[in-house]
Structures are given as C-alpha cells and as structure tokens.
C-alpha cells in the first residue's frame, strides 16, 4: 500500500494524507466495479433478449412442419438444424407437440424425428453431463417408445440426481411397461430419494395390465420395509388378482400396512364370502384396519350387520363414527321410525349427533325428532 501512496503522490494526484488517499482508492475500485457489473448486466439482457427473439422464430417455423407431420402430412426437404443449441429447441419443441397426442398421431411426429435423425441426437445427449440436457432427452426416448435404447437409458435409474432417474424410469416403461416397471421398482425400493409418491406415479403410468403381475412378483419377495411401502400401490393393480393374496395377508401376522391394503382389496371386490373376515376387523385396536373394514363392509352392507355398526358409532375416532352412522342410514329398508327407534338405544352423545345427521341427510328433514 505504501509504493501506492508514494506513487500517487508523485502523479500530484489525490488528497495527501495517506488514509484520505486509500480511501479515495477504494472509492475508485468501488465505483469501478460497479459500471463493470452493470455492463455486465445490461449485456447479458441483450444476449437473453437476442436468444429469445431466436427461439421464438425457431419455434415458428417449425411448428408448422411439425403439425403437417402429425397429421400425416408430406414435409418435403425437412432436415434438422445443425447449431446444438438449435437441436436441443428442436428436441423440445417435438416433446411439447408430442404431448397431447395419442395413435396415429404420435407416431407420425416420431417418423418424422427418425427421418431428421433427431433420435440419434437424443441417445448422444445421454452421455453429457447437463441434467437439461438430459431431461429432454429421456422425454424424447419416452415419446418415442424403441425398445432399442433400453441399454442407454436403464442405467441413469440410478443417477444420483432424483429426477433424471425418475426421467429414465418412465422411458423403460414406454418401452416395455411390465419390463420397465419392474426394474424401476427393484430400484426405487432401495432409493431414500424416491418417495411412495413417485412409485405412485410409476404404477399409474404403466397401467393396471402391467402393475398387477408386477406388484404380486415384487410382493412375493419384498422385505417388511419393502411391503409396507407396495401396500401403497395396490389401488394401482387389479383387485380381482390380489384377492389370494389379501387373503393371505389376513391370515398371517403381518404388518399393518399389508393388512390395510389387503381390507382395501377385499371392500373394492365386495366378494360376500370376505364378509366375515371384514367384520372381524371392526373391532381391531388400530383405528386405521377398523375404519378400512368398515368402509370395505359399506359395500355388501346387511341389516343383520347392525347391531356392529351401533357398536362403530361409539368409537372414539370421528372418522369411524361418521362413516358408521352413514352406513346404519344406508341399511336396507331403513325409515324413519326405524332410525328413530336405533335413536333410542344410543346413549353416547357424539354417536347420536352422528346418526342423526345421516338420518336426516337420508330420510325425511324430521327424522330423529321425535328422539
């Protein structure tokens, strides 16, 4: 700092106190450096700008080329752009186009990509280290749907980066739904990052024809931890297949998230030869299997069944009670004197305001009066 000082006071430039100097010093960087950073700013507006002009052209004149080609339309002289920044524009258009289309549709718009050899560029993009990048290329494989890129995509399932794996899941099933399900489950057990959400999604996406085999292999040999978080997924399968194994479930010690999806399962079939086992089930300790139990029974419901229902209406959780004085007024040949009478024999006051609401809900607007 000192040969500073001296230098400015050769040059006869600045006060001359030596701290007066320094600090006319920094007042210079400061103010040097903040015209630097405006210029800066003001030059990367005017790239952003320019950029956005570009690809707003870019879209427009592709977008016609694009839905002549998915309507089945001759595109003549179609070739793909040659910058890569235009490639990747062009990649992300096609998805955005390729979105709401089904059939024929779609698979116009995918010879046209073949045709433009946009699907090799795709593969290519794999091997980069943007995510971005990525991302629009495992959309383009999954629009796309070639069993040939198996080999390209199975491996980033387990890319540490969360959505780039779920990217590639949902591309192995539009290659091979059942295939592709499978292996995405057999990973995404045994990542913390995906959440039963995700799975959820998964299971939607490959549709029940390929979830349901899928959850009853992986069921079969899943750990407790596993189960309990495939126990989410049932809604996903088709009942009618899992009801062997709910029944299964409900004969064996098993944990309480398997024995709730397997009450679900059996209410959704409404089989009357699962009758009894739901019964057993309303009077379970865990208010989640009895609450499952009672909606499952509101399915086949029986008048003999009252007398478990009135027993429902004095639990202690809200839920239960609500949907117990719902089925007691959904009863067969249930009237007004008949609620008024069931009326009679509740004592517990949270029960009675319960049954009363369903009644009058249900019946005439008088109904329990007279109780």
Not at 27 to 35: A, E, G, P, S
Request: with cysteine; charged share 20%.
């Amino acid at each position: 700092m000192d040969w500073i000082l001296r230098g400015m006071a050769r040059a006869g430039w600045g006060p001359e106190h030596p701290l007066l100097n320094a600090t006319a010093w920094v007042v210079v960087i400061v103010t040097t450096l903040t015209l630097l950073t405006m210029v800066y700013v003001l030059m990367f507006s005017a790239r952003a700008r320019r950029t956005r002009r570009r690809r707003l052209k870019f879209n427009t004149a592709w977008r016609t080329p694009m839905a002549q080609a998915s309507i089945g339309g001759e595109v003549p002289d179609v070739r793909a752009p040659l910058r890569a920044r235009e490639r990747l524009w062009w990649l992300m258009l096609w998805n955005r186009m390729q979105r709401p289309l089904r059939g024929q549709s779609r698979e116009h718009l995918n010879a046209l990509l073949q045709r433009t050899g946009m699907d090799k560029h795709a593969m290519r993009l794999l091997r980069g280290l943007s995510v971005r990048q990525r991302l629009v290329a495992l959309e383009t494989l999954r629009h796309l749907g070639d069993a040939a890129a198996w080999s390209r995509v199975a491996p980033l399932c387990r890319h540490r980066n969360r959505y780039v794996g779920l990217a590639a899941a949902h591309a192995l099933m539009s290659m091979a739904p059942r295939r592709g399900l499978a292996f995405a489950l057999e990973i995404g057990l045994s990542r913390d990052d995906w959440s039963p959400r995700h799975l959820a999604d998964l299971c939607q996406s490959a549709g029940v024809e390929a979830c349901t085999p899928v959850l009853l292999s992986t069921l079969a040999s899943a750990t407790p931890q596993q189960a309990s978080t495939l126990a989410v997924l049932l809604p996903f399968a088709e009942p009618r297949a899992l009801q062997t194994w709910a029944h299964g479930v409900l004969q064996q010690d098993r944990p309480r998230p398997l024995q709730l999806g397997a009450l679900q399962v059996l209410g959704e079939l409404a089989d009357p030869r699962d009758h009894s086992n739901l019964v057993n089930y309303l009077h379970h300790d865990d208010e989640n299997l009895r609450l499952a139990a009672l909606r499952g029974l509101r399915r086949q419901v029986r008048r003999e069944d009252t007398a478990h229902f009135l027993v429902a209406l004095l639990d202690r959780v809200f839920a239960i009670r609500h949907d117990a004085a719902d089925v007691i007024a959904a009863l067969p040949g249930m009237t007004t004197a008949a609620g008024d009478a069931l009326l009679a024999r509740i004592e517990d006051p949270y029960g009675r305001d319960q049954l009363m609401r369903a009644l009058t809900a249900r019946h005439l607007p008088d109904a329990g009066v007279s109780a």
